[in-house]
C-alpha cells in the first residue's frame, strides 16, 4: 500500500511539472518535426530527412545545370546557335533516372505506410470519440471507464502550461506498450492527432478507424483536432501523459473509482451542478 502511494504521489508529481510539459510541445522558430516519440514517428522522421537530403541534391544538380546552360550557351558565345533538337540518349537518361527515383522513394513510403496501418499484437486498446469540441476516452481493458476531456481555458492555466493545448482530463498511457487506438466521431467529422507519435486519423461518425502508437519515452504529449469541424475547431487538444507501467496500473484503479459515478466525467460546472 505504502508503495502503491508513494508512485502515485511520483505520478502527480510529474504530470505538474513544467519541464515535462515541453516533452512534445512545438518549440517557437522550430523548423523540424517533434522530436520522435514513438516508431511510427521514428521512421517518419528518417524517411523525410533522407528525402530532404536527395531533394537538395536534386536541386543543387539541377541548378548547377542551369548554370553551366547560361554561362556555355549565352548570346555572346553563342552568334549561331545549335539546330539540335533531338538526343536519342540525353532523352532515354533524363527519362529513366526520375523513374528510379521515385521507385526509390515508393518502396520505403509503401514499407512505412503498412507498418503504421494498424498494431500487430497490441496490448490494450483505448477508443476516441470526438464531439464538437472536445474528447471523450474509453480504457476497454481497464474496466471499460470512460471520461471526456476539455480544453482549459486560458485563465486557469498554471505557471508553465500551455495554451490552448492544457486539458483537464489527459490521457494517461503506459511507457513502452503497443496501444490500439480506435476513432470515431459522435457529430461532425474530427481528426486525432498526435505529432510526436506519428499518429493522425480521421473521426468520422458512424466509422470506427484504427491506428496504434507505442510511447517509447515517458512525458506529456500535445495534439489537436486536425480537420476543420466548427467554430471552436481550434479548442479541442489532445494531452497523453505517458508513464511507467507500474504508475499507470495505480492511474487505472483511481480512475475506475473517479469515472465509475457518471461513467464519463463532465465539466467543472455540470459536475458541481449534479453534486
Not at 504529449?221 to 480537420?227: K, R
Request: some cysteine; overall charge neutral; glycine content about 6%.
Amino acid at each position: 500500500m505504502l508503495k502503491r502511494t508513494i508512485a502515485l504521489m511520483g505520478l502527480l508529481m510529474a504530470a505538474a511539472t513544467p519541464a515535462k510539459a515541453a516533452e512534445g510541445l512545438a518549440k517557437p522558430w522550430q523548423l523540424n518535426f517533434q522530436p520522435p516519440a514513438s516508431p511510427v514517428m521514428e521512421q517518419i522522421y528518417a524517411l523525410h530527412n533522407n528525402l530532404t537530403m536527395l531533394i537538395t541534391i536534386i536541386t543543387l544538380f539541377v541548378l548547377a545545370l542551369l548554370i553551366v546552360v547560361w554561362w556555355r550557351f549565352r548570346e555572346s558565345k553563342n552568334k549561331t546557335p545549335s539546330k539540335t533538337t533531338h538526343h536519342t540518349l540525353l532523352e532515354i537518361v533524363w527519362t529513366t533516372i526520375p523513374i528510379l527515383i521515385l521507385v526509390g522513394i515508393a518502396i520505403p513510403s509503401v514499407k512505412l505506410h503498412y507498418f503504421m496501418d494498424k498494431a500487430e499484437e497490441p496490448e490494450m486498446t483505448l477508443k476516441v470519440v470526438g464531439y464538437q469540441w472536445y474528447w471523450n476516452y474509453t480504457y476497454p481493458d481497464q474496466g471499460g471507464f470512460s471520461f471526456d476531456s476539455y480544453m482549459v481555458k486560458e485563465e486557469d492555466l498554471k505557471d508553465g502550461e500551455p495554451r490552448l493545448l492544457k486539458t483537464d482530463n489527459p490521457v494517461v498511457v503506459p511507457v513502452d506498450t503497443t496501444i490500439q487506438v480506435l476513432v470515431t466521431a459522435g457529430d461532425v467529422l474530427h481528426s486525432f492527432a498526435m505529432p510526436a507519435f506519428g499518429m493522425k486519423k480521421d473521426a468520422i461518425p458512424g466509422r470506427l478507424n484504427e491506428t496504434w502508437f507505442k510511447a517509447t519515452k515517458p512525458g506529456t504529449y500535445y495534439g489537436q483536432c486536425s480537420e476543420l469541424c466548427g467554430v471552436g475547431h481550434g479548442f479541442m487538444p489532445v494531452e497523453i501523459k505517458v508513464v511507467s507501467k507500474e504508475e499507470f496500473k495505480i492511474w487505472a484503479v483511481q480512475a475506475q473509482e473517479q469515472f465509475a459515478k457518471y461513467g464519463r466525467v463532465l465539466p467543472a460546472y455540470a459536475s458541481a451542478e449534479m453534486e
